[in-house]
């Protein structure tokens, strides 16, 4: 069974190794092909970029998570422009934005006096328990998962609406979960 671990550590390196790969080869064409041939670079390929950049630099998973969120919504936003989606669409930026400096915080604060999160030499400290951060972590999941199922309901009424055959409009509903897939990727390799 030891002999099992190693082997199970290196297969989900790989996995989560390529996942990453893949999401930063489909993020860099999609923002090359935005910029140079199409011409249209909108404020949801800055967000994408943001995204990118604390991927990169292998920040928290809740900064990812919601610049990836906040990327998806602004181009929702800009590809059905009603106003209700685009009032819905703040609302959950702003929902994000708060849930993300919720979500920080207490990670941040763990420990008090809060150099010691990372300097072990700090006598006289207080951190959080094991189960309190597992209990912080839970929360962030959840909250980030019912958002992903808001933001792929959010396009849904628009759709309907459109003049098209029922099985065409099913297509585009389609497209658009598969999108949002392609976004959680990126996010659980952040998450790693």
């Known amino acids: 069974m030891a002999a099992d671990v190693p082997t199970m550590v290196t297969t989900v390196r790989a996995v989560v190794g390529t996942v990453a790969l893949l999401a930063l080869m489909v993020c860099t064409t999609r923002l090359y092909l935005r910029k140079f041939v199409i011409r249209a670079f909108g404020l949801d390929d800055y967000f994408v970029i943001v995204s990118l950049g604390v991927y990169i630099s292998l920040c928290t998973y809740l900064f990812v998570a919601s610049s990836v969120k906040i990327s998806l919504i602004v181009f929702l936003m800009r590809i059905f422009p009603t106003k209700s989606i685009r009032y819905f669409g703040i609302g959950i930026i702003v929902f994000l934005v708060l849930v993300t400096i919720s979500g920080e915080l207490p990670l941040i604060l763990q420990c008090m006096p ?17 189960d309190a951060m597992f209990g912080i972590e ?43 897939h392609i976004g959680r990727l990126l996010e659980a390799g952040a998450r790693d």
Do not use: H
């Open 114 to 130: 809060v150099r010691a999160a990372y300097d072990k030499t700090v006598a006289n400290f207080k951190c959080f328990s094991p």
């Open 138 to 180: 839970m929360y962030q999941g959840v909250v980030m998962f019912a958002v992903d199922i808001v933001i792929f309901l959010m396009p849904i009424p628009t759709i309907w609406k459109l003049q098209m055959p029922i099985q065409r409009r099913l297509s585009i509903i389609g497209l658009f979960s598969l999108g949002k």
